[in-house]
């Protein structure tokens, strides 16, 4: 006799419930202009509705890929509250779609990696000058190849600042304040950052010896992928009196610096996703997708992944922190002698990747939550306390960058942000394709070759620019035009590329 066969059939993966029901756009209700639901009642495992928000174009995008699955999926979580919530920047991510926005009871609720992602505390910082587009023209080559020696850039590259083992923790604990107390940051800077460049809570000892590995020499680094650093101009402005109050005005020169957490944050991601497997069982949760791999909030593993967490929380506000003292440095060795005014001041600093302890209202009850955001950016409406005193009447600046040769745009947080969406908004254009299709589409040098015949000075290499070319990418204006419209974020002005630094 022969040996018997082994069964092809796919167990399924222990905490995670069999295939679930995959909802069509005619499952949705239109309940918005902007808005469009998806009813708890679609599946028997979720708890709250499921909400996409974007015009019928970029709707009917969310059907391209796995973005409504994992948007149901998300609706299944313990302790949801109202909705989940995908930004019209939205597309398929690990666990959570980007764009994704989930708000936890604390007591009930579950804090999961997937939902946080492995570049934790990707962000933006806008900084400010006091320049004019026609005057940094003549120098903007040396300036851009200044640019590029000063924020070391690049998979794996190292930093541009030294830091020993001891001084990591206090990095790590202290955030913006331990940039300022070694002489690279301002006291504006700290004070125009989200939570003051510190998040409450970490925790240096549940860090992994591998993410301190990674972490250490990487302080002050630009990274690869879609971070960048760019000079732009401000070329519209549609609301002069918040642009007044952020410090921008027409034709002004200003800097955007995105990156995150680097090797620190993807590391502590890739622990927790392990680490919290055992919990998921322990604590007896069903999961729609083990992607969603989670932990109670107020449990000993909840506790150690929010601790590590806002490590890399801290760590990539450190990391913004010293690439922008470079940016500094950079323009006063080009322009010193040449321009009379060459200091630049921080607009503000967001964060994209994050869980975060926030109050607000659910079902006329004010609550404590702990609000998953990722690829999705506060967006704070006027009179919250934790905003900068400067800005605190009109409201949270929302940085909302482009694709690379594209437009990127400053908003202001809004009331209605905090009625629907947890004080959220979104966080760039939003991808789609994925960067291997890209590579295959676009000849990077072509791209650069472009990119010069706009008039913008580039430099990074032709694999990074091929993976970033604006056509990976949603239009930006269309989606900042859906959350203007929607009113969780308003314009505030339109910047436009002088220089693009890629890693």
């Not at 940051?185 to 591998?210: F, I, K, M, Y």
């Not at 921080?346 to 690829?375: P, S, T, W």
């Not at 070319?469 to 590329?497: C, Q």
Request: aromatic share 8%.
């Amino acid at each position: 006799m022969g040996r018997k066969r082994k069964s092809k059939a796919k167990r399924e993966p222990q905490g995670a419930r069999p295939r679930p029901k995959v909802a069509g756009k005619r499952d949705f209700r239109r309940v918005d202009e902007y808005i469009w639901e998806l009813p708890a009642d679609f599946r028997e495992d979720m708890r709250v509705p499921a909400r996409v928000l974007g015009d019928e174009t970029l709707f009917d995008a969310a059907f391209r890929d796995r973005t409504t699955v994992q948007l149901a999926n998300v609706a299944t979580l313990p302790g949801v509250v109202k909705y989940a919530l995908a930004m019209p920047d939205f597309h398929q991510g690990y666990g959570f779609p980007i764009g994704g926005v989930a708000a936890m009871r604390t007591d009930i609720g579950v804090i999961s990696p997937g939902g946080v992602g492995y570049d934790i505390n990707c962000g933006v910082r806008l900084l400010g000058s006091h320049i004019e587009a026609g005057e940094i023209g003549p120098y903007l080559d040396d300036l851009t190849a200044s640019l590029y020696r000063a924020c070391p850039s690049g998979v794996g590259g190292k930093g541009r600042v030294r830091v020993s083992d001891r001084e990591f923790d206090d990095l790590l604990v202290n955030g913006a304040r331990w940039a300022l107390k070694k002489g690279l940051a301002r006291r504006e800077d700290v004070a125009h950052t989200e939570e003051q460049g510190r998040l409450d809570g970490a925790d240096p000892s549940q860090v992994s010896a591998r993410a301190r590995e990674r972490g250490r020499p990487q302080v002050g680094s630009l990274g690869a992928g879609n971070h960048f650093l760019e000079v732009d101009v401000v070329e519209e402005v549609f609301d002069p009196d918040v642009a007044r109050v952020f410090g921008l005005y027409e034709q002004q020169v200003v800097v955007q610096i995105h990156c995150g957490s680097r090797g620190f944050g993807h590391q502590v991601c890739d622990d927790y996703v392990r680490k919290l497997q055992p919990a998921v069982h322990k604590y007896h949760i069903e999961l729609a997708d083990r992607e969603l791999v989670c932990a109670p909030i107020d449990s000993p593993e909840g506790r150690a992944y929010y601790g590590a967490m806002a490590c890399a929380v801290n760590y990539a506000f450190v990391n913004r922190q010293v690439l922008a003292m470079g940016v500094r440095e950079a323009f006063e060795q080009v322009l010193a002698g040449k321009i009379k005014d060459f200091d630049l001041f921080q607009v503000y600093d967001v964060a994209h990747n994050i869980a975060k302890f926030e109050e607000h209202v659910v079902d006329g009850r004010r609550m404590r939550l702990c609000v998953h955001r990722k690829g999705a950016t506060r967006s704070f409406g006027p009179g919250y306390e934790g905003l900068p005193a400067d800005y605190r009447a009109v409201g949270q600046p929302v940085l909302v960058p482009g694709s690379m040769g594209t437009a990127s745009y400053v908003l202001v947080g809004t009331q209605r942000a905090m009625e629907l969406t947890f004080g959220s908004t979104c966080h760039g254009a939003g991808r789609v394709m994925s960067r291997s299709k890209a590579r295959k589409q676009v000849q990077g040098s072509e791209l650069r070759s472009e990119l010069e015949e706009q008039g913008i000075v580039v430099r990074g290499s032709n694999r990074g620019l091929a993976e970033e070319a604006p056509l990976a990418y949603k239009d930006v204006s269309r989606v900042v035009e859906v959350v203007h419209g929607a009113g969780i974020a308003t314009k505030v002005a339109r910047l436009r590329p002088l220089a693009v630094i890629k890693g």
